[in-house]
């Protein structure tokens, strides 16, 4: 009997995840979302939650001091929930856990082993290419919801290429500023990148 009841609540009551994983940019607004069937009883409490008490007690993100203010819960259709997450953060990448509690003796469930949500900014790298520069827009995990992006390159900032190659090439006589975004979240755009002209010049003197 015990064991039937740990398999009921480790695989059958235990909430689904829509996804298992996600990245997103830093800034953007997330949406997490799963489903769980409702064993005997009435669910009394729903909640999403990262870390755990003192005690061990899951704590609400709506309670926690990081998160509040910060994220909102929305309940859906046929046992469905989602928790949004707004301008995101890189301290918000973490794994995301789901809990309901029922009336019932035992009534407590959490979804394992969450979502995992990684938040990434982007950056420019620098690579030297001999009498020209490299530079490549890249992020720190592969954005779910746009994994082949197109990339927009900005020299000073104002906009100079639109390509679906993360790549730019300068040539290493260049001494401008260089920033990326990704099309559709040109709000979201990279720490600019300076670069510097190689070219000395020498002044002649003439002594007499």
């Known amino acids: ?10 695989y059958f009551f235990s909430p689904l995840y829509t996804k298992k994983t996600v990245c997103v940019l830093k800034g953007s607004t997330v949406e997490l979302s799963c489903s769980y069937t409702i ?9 999403w939650f990262t870390k ?12 926690d001091p990081d998160h ?3 994220v909102t819960y929305r309940r859906e259709k046929n046992n469905g929930h989602t ?9 918000d990448s973490a794994t995301y856990k789901f809990r309901f509690i029922t009336d019932r003796k035992k009534g407590k469930f959490t979804g394992e082993p969450g979502v995992t949500l990684s938040a990434s900014g982007l950056l420019v790298k620098v690579i030297p290419a001999g009498k020209r520069r490299k ?5 720190t995990c592969t954005l779910t919801d746009n994994p082949n992006p197109t990339y927009i390159w900005y020299k000073n900032r104002q906009p100079v290429k639109e390509d679906s190659s993360s790549m730019y090439s300068i040539s290493s006589e ?9 099309k559709g979240r040109e709000d979201l755009r990279s720490p600019a990148v300076c670069e510097y002209s190689t070219i000395v010049q020498y002044t002649t003197w003439q002594v007499s």
């Open 52 to 63: 755990n008490d003192a005690e061990g007690n899951p704590v609400s993100l709506s309670d």
């Open 83 to 91: 928790l949004t997450i707004r301008d995101l953060r890189e301290r």
């Open 1 to 10: 009997e015990n064991l039937h009841s740990w398999w009921l609540t480790k």
């Open 68 to 70: 509040k203010g910060h």
């Open 39 to 47: 064993p005997r009883g009435r669910v009394t409490t729903t909640f």
């Open 135 to 139: 530079l490549t827009c890249s992020t």
């Open 174 to 182: 260049d001494a401008d500023s260089y920033s990326c975004t990704v």
